[in-house]
């Protein structure tokens, strides 16, 4: 073994967390959105044009929710952790977040 092997030991690179709200719903529905952009590609046909618009909302709308949800989880946790740490403890909620939080 040479000095090189030995400080500089061969690692695994790890896999990722990855996104907690990518799913197999997501999967299904971004292989579907896929397929529906290629059809109305090669036909160039208004109604498979149309179909694929259709998928591509529905499949933004189902990320979006899907995103928002775990945004408003995370920062509800993290402010309210933020707001227990700080020293604004005892005043009430509506002096402690912005007025568009809640």
């Known amino acids: ?12 690179e ?21 397929k529906f952009f290629n059809r109305g590609k090669n036909t160039k046909k208004t109604e498979d044009w149309e179909a694929y618009k259709e998928h591509r909302k529905e499949f933004k709308k189902e990320e ?7 945004l408003q989880r995370y920062n ?3 402010f ?5 740490e700080s020293c604004l403890e005892g005043l009430p909620a509506s002096t402690r977040f912005p007025k568009d939080y809640f």
């Open 14 to 34: 790890g896999l990722g967390k990855g996104t907690p709200w990518w799913n197999r719903r997501f999967c299904l529905l971004q292989s579907g959105l896929r």
């Open 64 to 70: 979006t929710g899907n995103v928002e949800i775990l």
């Open 80 to 84: 309210g952790r933020k707001a227990e």
């Open 1 to 12: 073994m040479s000095a090189y092997e030995k400080s500089c030991p061969l690692k695994k």
């Open 76 to 78: 509800v946790d993290y």
